[in-house]
């Protein structure tokens, strides 16, 4: 072994209760910042899961100025819903799965009079509601939207597209009367709530149809929030095989710029495609406020750490200057006692990096196992958050440490080989 | 500047050549506004192989002098030729080589490193140059040496765990491992014991008699003055004559 790596190895156990103070801030510092990745690494991901799986899913088809006329009359951009346009849409690399939606806004009135008895139910006078809707088809929307279905707090999704039945959100089923899923279900169709809505012409159109579900959300959502089948809901508007847009799940979400690119080559001008930071930009900008803070808070710890071993540092360049001189007069030149210093330095960063990267890997792994249940602001339903840690985290973190101490020893080590070798010896 | 002439004033008294060849050398040290000046214009020469043994009072530039020989400072004005070379004017870095090549050094406290045994102490100066020395044909050198200053039981020792006439022995060891043209002794008995001392002062004779290892000591030992063939005064910064 190298002269060099040999003592700098041994000089850490010179004096072990100054190593062991440096070597315990970085350990501290990077289990710390760890188990801060790895709980942010959850929240990013249960956000952006419940967005793309949940809420808009990994990117949108509508027809050019949909979105910019969403709260207008969304109605007006609708387009057929044909077998070819399916095929066109699934021949693009990564797109994975495709679900036909029909956005619509309407009222949902209670039946009058509502049964008597019910506990839930009670009050007979009639109520209406205001919901602004999806019209989907379940097995085609399960697949692209999976986390959605999750949030399910009572009763059950319609089977099928035509079923005369919807699903409706906790904060609407309550005061409407409707909260009661199994007593919903044994009701006759007279006292079914009714659902109007107005059509592309504006003429109000409804229809008697069961709540077979009570949805929550894990995000902050519109409350009034509903799902509706698809084709019983064009039956009603008129508007058998017309959709609004198409939401689509890709095998790779990181991919969606390249699949935008391809379907806006592929669909041509008549078509507007939406990657989902683009529909729901406010979600993109959370997350990356998440990453500010996060890198914020990494580079307070490691200012810290970093402190800590530059003055550990300057410490033992302090306490061997005679050894210095000796080394000086033995004939050894400037670069080898920078080297030296600045090698002990890495050693203390990258031990400590280790140690600190192994408890923290084995803290987030048990925190990973039992899960952190949280609740998300606006959100009615707990998040259960499992940390995890990527492999990149681990190595930029291993490697910033180690080669942040070798650098920040650079300033002592430069100090040690600057001095004269003369006065050097002669320190007390 | 001094010229070739003063230099050459120095006279070779045991090998044909001269080691040390300083001309004129003066040292001043500048202590706030106040110039002190160490050293005053020494003219001073030691041939190879010679026991020499530099004398002095406290403040007299004794110490100033043997630094500046073994190259670890640097004088204000005036020539100094090591084995024939002008070392007056080198950078650090050379200066570095010089001692590692030419210069041994023996040291009051001893100055090894702690954290290195008795091999890699004694190894040390030889593992630092740029071209090193294939480590099995080192490693038998330095037990060789090892042998010659009788630390043979010693050699995975630390520092630590050796006594002073002991951690002696592996400082003289590591100066003779580079097989120096000079060995340089600031006071390497003063912190030894008198039977230790003797030992001690009775190897560095034999290495000086049997290697022709020029030996230069500053010491206050009267022992060490019994024992060299010469003997160099220092006054004031300047050189006394014999």
């Known amino acids: ?428 | 500047m001094a010229d070739q002439s003063a230099v050459s004033a120095g006279k070779a008294r045991v090998g044909s050549q001269n080691i040390i060849q300083i001309a004129d050398l003066k040292k001043i040290y500048q202590l706030g506004k106040t110039s002190v000046e160490a050293l005053r214009g020494v003219n001073f020469s030691v041939a190879e192989g010679e026991f020499t043994v530099v004398l002095g009072p406290s403040g007299s530039g004794k110490t100033t002098l043997l630094n500046i020989i073994g190259c670890l400072d640097r004088a204000t004005s005036g020539q100094y030729l090591l084995d024939g070379e002008d070392v007056s004017n080198r950078d650090f870095n050379d200066l570095a080589e010089v001692r590692n090549f030419k210069i041994g050094f023996i040291f009051q406290n001893f100055n090894l490193i702690p954290v290195l045994n008795v091999i890699e102490n004694i190894e040390f100066p030889c593992l630092v140059r740029d071209k090193r020395e294939e480590r099995a044909k080192l490693r038998e050198r330095v037990r060789a040496v090892c042998a010659e200053v009788g630390l043979e039981r010693f050699m995975t020792h630390k520092p630590d765990e050796l006594s002073g006439g002991q951690r002696q022995r592996v400082a003289i060891a590591r100066a003779l491992i580079t097989e120096p043209r000079l060995v340089l002794a600031d006071e390497p008995t003063a912190n030894l014991d008198s039977k230790t001392s003797d030992q001690i002062l009775e190897l560095m004779q034999r290495l000086n008699r049997e290697h022709s290892t020029t030996f230069l000591f500053a010491t206050h030992d009267p022992r060490v003055m019994e024992l060299a063939r010469r003997t160099v005064r220092i006054k004031d910064g300047l050189v006394v004559p014999d």
């Open chain 1, 1 to 428: 072994m190298s002269p060099l790596v040999l003592m700098s190895f041994r000089n850490l156990s010179r004096n072990r209760r100054r190593t062991l103070l440096a070597l315990g801030a970085v350990v501290v510092g990077l289990c710390a910042l760890t188990m801060i990745r790895g709980f942010v690494n959850s929240v990013r991901q249960a956000q952006l899961g419940a967005t793309v799986y949940g809420t808009t899913g990994m990117m949108q088809i509508h027809r050019t100025g949909y979105l910019k006329n969403v709260l207008s009359n969304p109605l007006d951009l609708a387009f057929a819903d044909t077998a070819e346009l399916r095929e066109k849409i699934l021949s693009v690399k990564h797109v994975k799965a495709l679900s036909p939606r029909l956005q619509f806004s309407g009222s949902l009135s209670a039946a009058e009079p509502v049964v008597a008895g019910a506990e839930a139910q009670t009050n007979s006078e009639p109520k209406t509601t205001f919901i602004a809707a999806n019209a989907v088809d379940p097995e085609l929307d399960r697949i692209v939207l999976p986390q959605f279905y999750t949030w399910l707090t009572a009763g059950k999704v319609f089977d099928t597209a035509d079923a005369p039945s919807m699903v409706v959100h906790g904060d609407i089923a309550g005061p409407l009367g409707v909260g009661n899923v199994e007593l919903n279900m044994s009701q006759p169709k007279e006292l079914w709530p009714v659902l109007l809505t107005p059509d592309k012409d504006g003429s109000l159109a409804g229809e008697a149809i069961q709540v077979t579900g009570v949805i929550g959300s894990a995000v902050p959502t519109d409350k009034r929030l509903a799902l509706a089948p698809l084709r019983t809901v064009q039956r009603i508007l008129k508007m058998d095989g017309q959709i609004t847009e198409y939401v689509l799940t890709l095998d790779d979400v990181a991919r969606a710029s390249d699949v935008q690119s391809d379907l806006v080559k592929i669909l041509g001008p008549d078509f507007e495609v939406s990657r989902w930071d683009e529909i729901v930009p406010f979600i993109q900008e959370l997350l990356s406020n998440i990453d500010f803070i996060f890198d914020i808070i990494t580079s307070v710890f490691l200012l810290v750490i970093m402190l800590g071993i530059v003055n550990s540092m300057f410490m033992n360049v302090l306490e061997r200057v005679r050894e210095i001189g000796t080394m000086m007069a033995l004939g050894i030149r400037r670069g080898y006692i920078l080297a030296l210093f600045v090698l002990e330095g890495a050693f203390i960063g990258s031990l400590g990096a280790f140690i600190g990267l192994g408890i923290g890997i084995g803290i987030v792994a048990i925190a990973s196992k039992i899960g952190i249940p949280i609740n998300a602001p606006g959100s009615t339903l707990k998040f259960m958050l499992h940390p995890f840690l990527t492999v990149s985290f681990l190595l930029r973190a291993f490697l910033l440490t180690s080669m942040g101490a070798a650098l920040v020893s650079l300033w002592p080590a430069w100090r040690a080989s600057r001095m004269k070798p003369v006065e050097a010896l002669s320190a007390v």
